[in-house]
Every structure is written in structure tokens, then in C-alpha cells.
């Protein structure tokens, strides 16, 4: 069974269930609400954005967030916030672990409003608490971004995707209330959308084999970062091109970064499972560097 074949079965799984709730549950919100803000994954701006959201959302504000963007390339930051302004939609740089650039959202949710606040002044309306909800697929770090903007840590976080389930209004300051979604996935994407959702964790690591997006996380480092890969795994030049002549490269570096990394099993051979689990780990922590795998 290929790749796509089995994110495509997975999807079946999942999607019928809690997410196409959720969505229909979404789309009632929606007339509760004033402004929309999206959550996307800096690193694939475009995979981590589910296309049902362009649909259901469209007549709203919106604003992006480009959060975990402490991971991700700071020249591509600078074009994917550039690209969205062009559009006339506001997208700001978040790390919302650290907290950097979260001071910035209840400005533009203020910004955003300006108009329809002094025209409601004008008509004697007295001004109304703005109401913001939270979009995003899982993992992308809605929970961390909710706890920092409104300084609070009693929502349940955590690395599982999906784990925010229950509805939750948070007021932060005087005038604005947010209303937290769970993740939602769409029912069917392609291998490569799959792939990097993968190497995110942004779906589940029993949907597609680990090996496998180990090796095509690999190539995509090899094609765009090599210097990142060099670094981390600290492969020299001529390792580097000693190994890139082999047929199958992408498994030979997998080989060299097993041995290098003491990834062996009985007999000496590498472990390509804990391997695959090393090389995901290291790039959706952010020890392979910054690194954005969708480009403007």
C-alpha cells in the first residue's frame, strides 16, 4: 500500500467522525463571531492550512498566524507575511512558546475592527466585546498560542494531535473573548500535503510508516538545507558526497546518521525505527535549524 493510499484510508477513518462534527459545529459559531484568526504552521504555511476553512470563512476578518516561526526560516517569514499583505490580510511571526510577537494580536484585532466600531459609535451602538475564534489543524499550537495571549495555562496542551476538544470562551482584556476549535482535518490530501503533516506532527505517526517519511524528510533536507543536515549530524563534506553517489542516497544517510548516532541493534546493524524517530524528532524540535519546506 503506497503513501497515499494510506493517508487516504486514514482519512477515512478520522474524518466522519469528531472533525465533520466539529466543522458543522464551526460553521454555526461563525455567526457569533467578528473575526477569525488561523493558525498556521510556519514551516508549510500552505499544508497546514485546511482548504475547507477558505469556504467556510470567507466573509469574515482574518488574520494569520504564523506561528512555531522560531523553527522556521526567518527569509521565508518575511515573504509569506508579505504575500498575505498583498492579499489584505494581516499575518504576523508567533512563537508562542516563547511568547514573541502574541503582544501584537490584540492590536490588530483592535485595527481590524477600527471601522465597524466608529460606525456603531456614530449610530449611538454602544461598543460591543469583539469576538474572535481560533482556527487551526492540529498540532499547530493553538492551545499555546490561547494560554499566552490571554496569560493563562489551564487549557490541557500537549504534542497528541487533537487534544483540545472541549469549546472554551477566554476573554483577554477589556473587550475582546476568543472561542477556542479543535483541530480539524479535511478528508482527503495528497502524499506530499501527508508527508509534511507528518513531519510536523500534525497527524498521527501510526498513519503513514515512519521510515518512510524519515527518508523523504531526508531527501527534502538534501534538496534545500544541507547545510542543516550537515550540522546537525555532523556529516562532512566528503562523507557527504561520498554518500550522495549511492543509488539509494536518502537511505544511506539514514544509515549514516544511525551509526553516528549509536542507532544500532543486536549484530551491529543500524535500527532504521529509532533512526526515523531521531531524524522526526530533531526536525520538529527545532534542532535541525530553521527550515521552511513551503515557499512563496
Not at 145 to 155: A, T
Not at 163 to 182: A, C, F, H
Amino acid at each position: 500500500m503506497s503513501n497515499e493510499e494510506k493517508l487516504t484510508k486514514a482519512g477515512i477513518n478520522w474524518y466522519p467522525g469528531h472533525m465533520a462534527k466539529t466543522k458543522r459545529q464551526i460553521i454555526d459559531d461563525l455567526k457569533l463571531i467578528d473575526v477569525v484568526i488561523e493558525i498556521l504552521d510556519a514551516r508549510i504555511p500552505v499544508s497546514s492550512r485546511n482548504p475547507d476553512f477558505e469556504n467556510i470563512i470567507r466573509n469574515k476578518k482574518r488574520i494569520v498566524i504564523l506561528n512555531k516561526s522560531d523553527l522556521s526560516d526567518k527569509k521565508e517569514n518575511l515573504r509569506w507575511i508579505n504575500f498575505y499583505k498583498s492579499k489584505g490580510i494581516v499575518a504576523l511571526e508567533v512563537d508562542s512558546n516563547s511568547g514573541r510577537g502574541t503582544e501584537k494580536v490584540s492590536k490588530e484585532i483592535e485595527n481590524i475592527m477600527r471601522e465597524d466600531i466608529e460606525r456603531n459609535i456614530e449610530k449611538g451602538i454602544q461598543r460591543k466585546t469583539i469576538r474572535v475564534m481560533i482556527l487551526g489543524i492540529p498540532n499547530v499550537g493553538k492551545s499555546s498560542f490561547i494560554n499566552r495571549i490571554s496569560k493563562k495555562s489551564s487549557m490541557e496542551v500537549g504534542n497528541r494531535p487533537g487534544v483540545t476538544r472541549q469549546k472554551q470562551w477566554i476573554r483577554i482584556g477589556n473587550q475582546i473573548e476568543l472561542l477556542d476549535t479543535p483541530g480539524v482535518l479535511w478528508p482527503k490530501f495528497d502524499e506530499q500535503t501527508g508527508l509534511k503533516l507528518a513531519y510536523t506532527g500534525s497527524i498521527k505517526d501510526d498513519v503513514i510508516d515512519k521510515i518512510d517519511v524519515s527518508y523523504n524528510l531526508i531527501k527534502e533536507l538534501i534538496s534545500n538545507y544541507k547545510e542543516n543536515l550537515l550540522n546537525r549530524y555532523k556529516i562532512s563534506n566528503e562523507e557527504y558526497e561520498e554518500t550522495l553517489k549511492k543509488s539509494n542516497y536518502p537511505l544511506e544517510f539514514m544509515y549514516l546518521i544511525g551509526k553516528k548516532r549509536g542507532a544500532l541493534i543486536s549484530g551491529g546493524e543500524i535500527d532504521l525505527e529509532r533512526t526515523s524517530s531521531i531524524i522526526l524528532d530533531d526536525f520538529k524540535n527545532g534542532r535541525t535549524g530553521n527550515i521552511t519546506l513551503e515557499k512563496v
